[in-house]
């Protein structure tokens, strides 16, 4: 039997956007290549070095739900996990992108970000495998005059970032625990 014109019209069409579809996912890592006795993780609260209140919660937050979306991690209790990611906000900070071009001392865009000291240990033998790594999260934010909510809705945006550096710097460990040179 012969498929009907409007199938035939419709055949290019859902093959282009499966071929979309599926070559859009083939740079998305599912923790393939995250040991397997390290996809149990303890994500214990970031020290906040800073004078900002609940910054190191915030990053803290960001930090387990990205690598429970991620689908490679679970977040246990650190007597259950074969990897602690530990660390502490050392700076929150903000400055001015973007002037308005009207008024030349009146801001229209702010770069806001965050740096952590990350460390990569194994609970049960306190096994340091990767320490002291700097990484900075940053966004930028429009604001009318609130700098401070401004600041405040970067906030989660900027820990995002940090928790996709975290997931991509555990990513990077071969199996032994040991970075990859990249």
């Known amino acids: 039997m012969k498929p009907t014109r409007p199938a035939r019209q419709f055949a290019p069409a ?3 956007a499966l071929t979309l579809a ?21 994500v214990p609260v970031f020290a906040n070095d800073t004078e900002h209140a ?9 930090i387990r739900e990205k690598m429970i979306n991620q689908g490679a991690f679970s977040i246990v209790p ?25 008024h030349s001392t009146s801001v229209d865009e702010y ?9 990569l ?19 930028t934010f ?5 700098y401070l909510t401004g600041m405040q809705d970067a906030l989660p945006r900027a820990a995002d970032d940090i928790a996709r550096q975290v997931i991509d710097l555990i990513q990077g460990l071969n199996p032994a625990g040991e ?4």
Request: a positive charge; charged letters at 20%.
């Open 22 to 42: 599926l070559g859009g996912c083939g740079h998305y890592k599912m923790g393939g290549t995250v040991p397997q006795t390290m996809r149990n993780v303890s």
């Open 78 to 102: 650190d007597q259950a996990a074969g990897l602690r990611v530990q660390g502490a906000v050392s700076n929150y900070s903000g400055g001015s992108v973007r002037y308005d071009r009207n």
């Open 121 to 139: 240990v194994e609970p049960a033998t306190g096994n340091i495998l990767l320490g002291g790594r700097r990484i900075t999260g940053a966004t």
């Open 142 to 146: 429009i604001t009318r005059g609130d």
């Open 111 to 119: 770069r806001m970000s965050l740096t952590v000291t990350i460390d």
């Open 54 to 62: 609940e910054v190191g919660r915030v990053v803290t937050k960001a």
């Open 179 to 182: 970075e990859i040179a990249q």
């Open 14 to 16: 859902a093959l282009f």
